[in-house]
């Protein structure tokens, strides 16, 4: 094989996101990118939701899933030299790890880890699989910190970051939405990302639009509903959801139409959104955490609050210097540091020698 060609196989789950109804999707083997996938359907027994509860409660074990015979399969029957693991907290890792330590394979975890979590990542079990792994690469500074501090050898962590395709955006098209100020919000719709703070906020502003594209978990319709009629007026929905996908040339779409991108999310691992909308020129708004402030660094505003989430709205909306410079810096850093070529290459670095 020419340098740096690799042979590699895709086996994952045919899961419904955050669901345990009966789940009876078929089997699927398809290529995408290149890439030979196998998607395999999940076993989901009746009430195994309540059990997989019980057991996290008491042992300290995430249950949840995927739990797939088909996946378990192929990792004990595929022929590989080394197996990547991505990402936590699903059972998925755990088969992966079994698998490569059964066959004696080379393993490599890429954890993506939300620092911030400690109810589904501040357990044993995960960091001991990672200690036992090849190597761990970490998608930020941060997150290799926080691994050392959680024992896993530093000579084992590398760090690559996230990355996007830039001919992929040369092709996104622009909405015509009117002549408000549009702000736009991607990710799923719980309190965790900063969605219903972003709603209030924008009830206090004047002559604005909010895009909102995401799943509804949790209470958000009814938190939605109960908001004022005036500030509904003023947010545009696009619900994520089985019945109704959100394709993602229209996701782009939305965010290259916009003005601002804001997400004030406090639990990301690595928040590869902010990447789209940067290399779409769109300044960032973002809720102040250590991966924040690594990923954007000077292309965006930072928020500790409500309050300081409205003036910085505020700020984009009367500044356009500082409008138009912040997506000039946002492009070029995504160019600079966050191509897939860059941190393919990486990662190719990273491993090459295993």
């Known amino acids: 094989m020419p340098e740096h060609e690799h042979r590699i196989i895709t086996t994952t789950a045919r899961t419904v996101e955050e669901t345990f109804v009966p789940n009876r999707l078929p089997s699927s083997r398809d290529v995408v990118e290149g890439t030979p996938v196998e998607r395999h359907p999940c076993l989901r027994p009746p009430g195994f939701w309540n059990i997989a509860r019980a057991l996290d409660t008491g042992l300290a074990l995430y249950l949840y899933g995927p739990n797939s015979m088909g996946q378990i399969s192929s990792l004990f029957r595929s022929n590989y030299d080394m197996i990547h693991c991505c990402p936590f907290v699903g059972t998925h890792n755990i088969y992966g790890f079994l698998a490569g330590q059964i066959r004696r394979k080379k393993i490599i975890f890429t ?52 990355g996007v395709d830039p001919d992929e955006f040369q092709k996104v098209k622009t909405l015509d939405l009117g002549e408000d100020f549009l702000i736009s919000f991607v990710g799923r719709l719980d309190k965790h990302k900063g969605i219903y703070d972003l709603m209030k906020a924008v009830a206090e502003l004047n002559r604005v639009k909010l895009l909102v594209v995401g799943e509804p978990v949790g209470g958000f319709v009814q938190f939605y509903e109960a908001l004022r009629p005036e500030t509904r007026q003023k947010i545009l929905l696009y619900l994520d959801t089985p019945e109704r996908k959100i394709g993602r040339p229209y996701v782009l779409s939305l965010i290259k139409s916009s003005d601002v991108f804001c997400l004030p999310s406090s639990v990301e691992s690595f928040g590869a959104v902010y990447l789209e909308a940067m290399i779409l020129g769109k300044p960032v708004i973002a809720r102040r955490t250590e991966v924040s402030e690594e990923v954007i660094e000077d292309a965006g505003l930072f928020i500790d609050d409500q309050s300081s989430l409205v003036r910085s709205l505020r700020r984009l909306m009367m500044d356009t210097a500082l409008h138009r410079e912040l997506g000039r810096r946002g492009r070029q850093r995504v160019f600079s540091k966050y191509t897939w070529d860059v941190i393919a290459d990486r990662f190719r670095k990273n491993t090459s020698a295993l």
């Open 111 to 162: 954890p993506c880890i939300h620092t911030r979590d400690t109810y589904h990542f501040e357990r044993k079990y995960l960091f001991e699989m990672l200690k036992r792994a090849t190597r761990v690469n970490a998608l930020t500074n941060h997150e290799r910190k926080f691994l050392i501090s959680h024992g896993v050898p530093s000579e084992k962590i590398f760090v690559t970051g996230m």
